[in-house]
């Protein structure tokens, strides 16, 4: 098994320090790299975040995953209640450019994945960066707030309040109500018929989050050459039934291809 090295690394944006872990395989380099990015009030905590940049370590792949604000663990600055996915667009670009100036990545092989809302982000940002050569989106929201099958619908109380409560596994997570309108503004189809890299996308057929109909969707607006994946017994975050390793091994799989050839 090879051995990896981890790394904690931060960058900036808007003078706000933004902390993530680098995931270097053994080797001189330059690696093909691999930026992850995070769900709704998820970071480099989750354990599976952690286990796919292992993984992709371990296949000589460098994987760099980052938190997009100061819960819960203060790695990054920017308070939570703020974020917005328009924020969060600005920030992944900060991330790109701090992984071109890490002197073992390879800057012409470079990837993109993220879970969830972090889905919806990659699928966002990469029509607008040419250095991402592959995307791999992991049960991705994309009818943000109009499906009626996630977190963010039925948003009227929010509204009038000016922000909402979530009850997390760290504690109680404030978001304002700017990230639902700000949210709103995104088309998440519209993006994808731009992109022109491969793309592969995972969801699993027991969720219960992010309708399954929603990855079935973004599938349209997919190129002939491109995949979806159902994931069989798998929930939002591949914690039942075994299945993170399956997806995991999906991700792996088409970056070691796609990046390589």
Not at 141 to 150: N, P
Not at 152 to 172: A, M, Q, R, V
Not at 208 to 219: C, D, L, N, P, Y
Not at 224 to 239: C, E, N
Request: net charge positive; aromatic share 10%.
């Amino acid at each position: 098994m090879k051995q990896i090295k981890i790394e904690k690394v931060f960058f900036t944006y808007n003078e706000k320090k933004i902390g993530g872990f680098l995931y270097t395989p053994t080797g001189k380099g330059p690696f093909p790299t691999v930026i992850l990015v995070h769900g709704f009030g998820g970071g480099t905590h989750e354990e599976k975040n952690k286990f796919m940049c292992t993984e992709l370590a371990k296949n000589g792949i460098l994987a760099f995953m980052f938190d997009f604000y100061d819960t819960p663990h203060g790695l990054s600055e920017i308070p939570i209640e703020e974020t917005t996915v328009s924020l969060q667009l600005k920030v992944l670009h900060h991330a790109v450019d701090f992984v071109c100036t890490v002197l073992v990545v390879d800057k012409n092989k470079i990837g993109l994945t993220g879970h969830s809302l972090g889905g919806m982000t990659v699928i966002l940002y990469t029509p607008n960066d040419s250095r991402i050569k592959a995307l791999v989106v992991q049960s991705a929201l994309s009818d943000f707030g109009k499906s009626r099958s996630t977190t963010f619908d039925n948003h009227e109380e929010w509204k009038e309040k000016g922000y909402k409560i979530f009850d997390k596994s760290f504690g109680p997570m404030r978001i304002n109500y700017s990230f639902i309108a700000d949210g709103l503004q995104h088309d998440v189809y519209s993006a994808m018929n731009r992109i022109k890299i491969p793309i592969l996308i995972f969801h699993g057929d027991k969720e219960e989050s992010v309708s399954i109909e929603q990855a079935r969707k973004q599938a349209q607006h997919l190129k002939k050459t491109d995949k979806l994946v159902i994931i069989p017994g798998a929930d939002h975050s591949y914690k039942v039934n075994n299945t993170l390793p399956i997806a995991t091994k999906l991700l792996v799989d088409f970056m070691k291809e796609k990046l390589n050839s």
